[in-house]
């Protein structure tokens, strides 16, 4: 591994040095699932949210810059996990978005890193960093965005639990269908190795059981997640993903952005304000914003 050589603000890198000594409790937490979160501004409930941003750049159109800040506004996101963000364009983007708002962003990304935003009112930063090293060799990574990882304290509870932003090999040749279905592995893998609860956002570039992208070459390259004991796709058909108007992917009417959490996160998913699901996402039917649709979900977090 490698720590993150990008953190901002300034005083959010001081912040995640300290914070990485504290060495915080690594087992499951149990949280309480008493009452409904009533809106996006309720501060019993966190909005998870994963959107890919489409090459945001410090050069995008104004119009761009502002109408994912108005999408990640309207819908009272706390945390967000972005790909396609170039470095530069993470600083304007935070700089939009307010002094409620601090950041991480990779570097193996050229100009289409990922990043990781968050409330810091809500949560506190214990530790940030780009994946690389075993499982995460070079021969399946090299030259793609490494995993960001992040490791998150609750505020008002003092749980914690752990974040990976993934953007996943694409395309559906069969070299690209075996390189994302070894990531998806090397991924498999490092949970394996790991305690506590973590959530998994992000452009898997794929879709789930059954119809996934990869069919024609015989190749479910997210299988070893579908089968993950402990773990579960929140972005599932059961969940009304899929269906008219809730493609993550419009252009092609697939759902390839997903949200991935330990069953003990997924315990705690609310139904979502005016909806009977547990994830949702955000059509703003604007090509010039991006060509992906953000995805959220509703995490109950009462004292």
């Not at 149990?30 to 809106?39: A, I, Y």
């Not at 505020?155 to 070299?175: I, M, R, V, Y």
Request: hydrophobic share 35%; aromatic share 10%; with cysteine.
């Amino acid at each position: 591994m490698r720590f993150l050589v990008r953190t901002f603000p300034l005083f959010s890198l001081l912040f995640l040095f300290s914070c990485a000594a504290e060495n915080p409790q690594e087992t499951p937490s149990e949280f309480s699932l008493d009452g409904v979160c009533s809106s996006n501004s309720d501060d019993d409930c966190i909005q998870i949210a994963s959107f890919n941003v489409e090459n945001l750049l410090t050069t995008s159109d104004p119009a761009k810059k502002n109408g994912i800040v108005q999408i990640v506004t309207d819908n009272g996101f706390d945390l967000i996990a972005f790909q396609e963000m170039q470095n530069d364009a993470a600083s304007d983007m935070a700089s939009q978005l307010g002094s409620n708002f601090a950041y991480i962003t990779g570097d193996s990304g050229n100009d289409q890193n990922l990043a990781i935003f968050y409330n810091k009112n809500l949560l506190s930063l214990l530790l940030g960093e780009e994946l690389s090293g075993s499982p995460f060799d070079n021969a399946t990574w090299g030259g793609l965005r490494d995993p960001l990882y992040a490791h998150f304290r609750i505020k008002a509870t003092g749980d914690t639990f752990k974040l990976l932003n993934l953007h996943l090999k694409a395309l559906t040749e069969s070299t690209y269908c075996y390189r994302r279905q070894a990531q998806v592995l090397d991924v498999t893998e490092y949970l394996q190795g790991q305690s506590g609860d973590f959530v998994l956002l992000g452009d898997f570039n794929d879709q789930i059981a059954g119809n996934g992208n990869c069919s024609t070459h015989n190749i479910d390259t997210l299988y070893a997640l579908e089968n993950r004991e402990g773990y579960a796709f929140a972005t599932t058909v059961a969940n009304g993903m899929g269906a008219s108007s809730r493609y993550t992917y419009p252009s092609e009417s697939s759902v390839i952005d997903h949200i991935f959490l330990s069953n003990a996160l997924y315990s705690r998913a609310q139904h979502i304000a005016g909806t009977s699901q547990i994830v949702e996402i955000v059509n703003h039917n604007t090509p010039s914003i991006s060509d992906h649709n953000p995805i959220y979900i509703w995490l109950k977090v009462s004292e």
